[in-house]
């Protein structure tokens, strides 16, 4: 009836993330057994009456109740904002300023938003480069950081590059890199007083997080799903008040039981009986995703942080820590019209519920794509010239999260790093006792995996990646090289009440 977890950490382990799962510890790594109202395998959806489009819904119950009620609000997908397209560049104007949506039926929700937009999309082509004008109508500081984009120091959303309240300021990506699914994100850092305060975490909870969805001629050729069967899902929590405010408390991140999709409560999407490319973000703060199927259909993952995956990995539950993002096809075809299948995470808290959103089977469709049994080969970054190692650890005495023992500070470069070198890095977490979880994202360039604990990556890590979550007590190797742009980067943790609290570093690329 219930998901063991001793098949938890083996279907972890075809992951190659077995011991992310400690089996014990605290609850934001404890695959929570399905409690009421979360089914185990082997339930299929109910099957019921298919939603008709433009048929009301139901009276909207209070926010309050909306908030926590699964399945009332439709998955918004987000439309392509529109480019001017100029002289070889898409250009894009962006304003982030505040903005009054509604999240909650019946309420209004102040958020950070660009353009008055939750989770607004931006579709890139390689080849192409973007040019973003932002105007900062916040009355905090904004720095925009394009995550796992391979871009020029001073469009990368340094925070000495932050726009203060007011500014305007120009952003260009070359858009050389590989088709992969990447994510637009605020990155100021506080100045820690007053008016003026700001840092990512809060900016990023509060909405200020845009998909960029860069596609190329390699991956078109292949036959995935395309189109309207391409569907960017931003996955998150939150904590709304009574009235629908989006209540902000960096110590509170275990607090937060509503799940957002795209902006949306737990929301129910209508889908044709046949395959999807779920493109799954995790723009939580802190929170750690553990997704299934709830009726055990598998998803086959074909795509990491930085993009397709050198062959398909099946999956019946996939981890995905924030920052991270994860593209799995899900095949729906042998599902009668009028079956629902729910998203759920294994790793809710007790007493919440797991439930993310419900896909609700309403049409027949044909479908020509398939998933090939290659998809791209990953890139050789060359054999490793140096060693660096960044142990990670929370400091109970000062209430800071230290990498090598230093919180951030924006004067002090941390080390030099040539570029067209591979280095070789080695993260440790030696948290064990208080038991956080900590991840590294270098900016700038991709890694590969070497090995994990030792052993090497499963199918499911063997691709690209730019964030890498390491459990307490776990090593983490990966080779990266970086290339192109020298000038000042950040890494961190992408925990973002640890980055919050010092886990921060900057490196210095040269020639
Ligand atoms: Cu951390």
């Given at each position: 009836m219930t998901i063991s977890r001793r098949r938890l950490v083996a279907g972890a382990a075809v992951l190659g993330t077995?011991?992310?799962?400690?089996?014990?510890?605290?609850?934001?790594?404890r695959p929570q057994?399905?409690?009421?109202?979360?089914?185990?395998?082997?339930?299929?959806?109910?099957?019921?009456k298919p939603r008709k489009p433009?048929?009301?819904?139901k009276k909207a119950p209070s926010p309050a109740t909306s908030a926590t009620e699964p399945f009332t609000v439709p998955l918004t997908v987000p439309r392509p904002l529109r480019p001017l397209r100029l002289a070889g560049h898409d250009f894009h104007r962006l304003t982030t300023g505040e903005a009054d949506v509604?999240?909650?039926?019946g309420a209004t929700t102040r958020i950070r938003a660009?353009?008055?937009?939750?989770?607004p999309l931006i579709k890139a082509r390689r080849g192409r480069p973007v040019l973003i004008r932002q105007v900062n109508r916040l009355d905090v500081p904004f720095a925009m950081h394009l995550h796992g984009g391979h871009i020029p120091q001073r469009y990368d959303g340094h925070p000495m590059h932050q726009a203060e309240p007011g500014d305007v300021r120009y952003y260009h990506y070359p858009?050389?890199?590989?088709a992969a699914t990447l994510w637009l994100h605020d990155h100021s850092h506080g100045?820690?007083?007053?008016?003026?305060?700001?840092?990512s975490a809060e900016s990023i909870y509060r909405g200020l997080a845009a998909t960029y969805l860069l596609t190329d001629d390699f991956e078109d050729a292949l036959p995935l799903p395309r189109g309207r069967y391409d569907v960017p899902l931003q996955i998150r929590d939150a904590r709304f008040g009574d009235d629908g405010t989006l209540l902000y408390d960096p110590?509170?991140?275990?607090?937060?039981?509503t799940f957002l999709v795209n902006g949306s409560p737990r929301p129910y999407f209508e889908v044709a009986a046949r395959k999807y490319r779920l493109r799954l973000?995790?723009?939580?703060n802190d929170r750690f995703f553990l997704l299934r199927l709830r009726d055990g259909t598998p998803m086959t993952q074909i795509a990491s942080d930085g993009g397709l995956l050198p062959a398909p990995a099946q999956a019946w539950a996939v981890p995905l820590w924030p920052g991270e993002r994860i593209d799995v096809v899900v095949d729906?075809?042998?599902?009668?019209?009028g079956s629902q299948v729910v998203l759920e995470s294994?790793?809710?808290?007790?007493?919440?519920?797991?439930?993310?959103m419900r896909f609700d089977v309403v049409r027949e469709a044909r479908d020509p794509s398939s998933v090939p049994g290659e998809l791209r080969p990953a890139p050789?970054?060359?054999?490793?010239v140096l060693e660096r190692e960044f142990r990670m650890r929370f400091d109970p005495e000062t209430g800071r999260h230290l990498i090598n023992e230093r919180v951030f500070d924006m004067?002090?470069?941390d080390f030099r790093s040539r570029l067209g070198e591979t280095e070789a890095w080695t993260v440790v977490n030696?948290?064990?006792?208080?038991?956080i979880p900590h991840s590294m994202h270098p900016h700038l360039s991709h890694f590969r995996i070497l090995d994990r604990n030792g052993r090497p990556p499963g199918p499911a890590e063997a691709g690209l990646k730019d964030t890498v979550t390491v459990a307490p007590g776990e090593t983490v190797r990966f080779a990266v090289r970086f290339t192109d742009y020298t000038g000042l980067f950040m890494y961190h943790c992408h925990m973002m009440n640890h980055v919050a609290m010092g886990m921060m570093g900057q490196m210095e690329t040269v020639r």
């Open positions: 077995a011991t992310a799962l400690p089996a014990s510890g605290p609850a934001w790594a057994s399905p409690g009421p109202g979360a089914a185990g395998t082997g339930r299929p959806g109910k099957p019921g433009g048929k009301p819904r509604e999240l909650l039926p660009y353009n008055g937009l939750m989770s858009n050389e890199q590989r100045t820690g007083h007053g008016h003026h305060h700001s840092d110590q509170g991140f275990l607090d937060r039981p973000m995790n723009t939580s729906f075809s042998d599902r009668p019209v294994l790793a809710s808290f007790p007493g919440e519920t797991p439930d993310v050789d970054l060359g054999t490793p004067n002090r470069v030696d948290d064990v006792e208080m038991n």
